[in-house]
């Protein structure tokens, strides 16, 4: 779910037709960077979409973040990742940026722009969330 759309009321209903999990599309906890991307979303509608699953009783969430984004560089990914687990959601997803033919970001982003991170620290990204999520005790089991 998009974060800037999920409220209290919608939560509940779909707890109360059993539905018992939640996906929240962060993708980054960085203003600037959601803005750059295009997404609708805030920061802070992200901590209100968790509360709103929390608040009406639906404990099994999960959230995904990317890595790669244009002018992401290792500490505003891994500052972005830390926050992720401060939330604590049962199960997170953390993306490579894939940039398909025919979309905005193929426009605007070119492999090999100087606007987005370099495959070294692409990698690194990787490295730095396997690492740091294995530490908070998630389990890897696949890679995408």
Known sequence: ?????????K????????????????QTFNPELLKLCGRAHSV????????????????NFS???IGGL????????????????LLKPSHLSVYDLIIEDGTKFARDYRPGSS??????????????????????NYVHYETS
């Not at 939560?11 to 962060?26: C, H, K, L, M, P």
């Not at 244009?70 to 687990?85: A, H, R, Y």
């Not at 692409?122 to 490295?127: D, T």
């Open 1 to 9: 779910m998009d974060p800037g759309t999920f409220e209290l009321a």
């Open 11 to 26: 939560a509940r209903e779909f707890q109360s037709i059993g539905i018992n999990r939640a996906s929240v599309g962060a």
């Open 44 to 59: 802070n509608e992200i901590y209100q979409a968790v509360e709103n699953i929390r608040s009406a009783g639906i404990q």
């Open 63 to 65: 959230m995904d973040l």
């Open 70 to 85: 244009p002018t992401q560089d290792l500490e505003t990914f891994q500052n972005s990742l830390e926050e992720l687990i």
């Open 115 to 136: 606007q987005l991170p370099s495959e070294e620290d692409a990698a690194e990204m990787y490295n730095i969330a396997s690492r740091r999520l294995q530490e908070a």
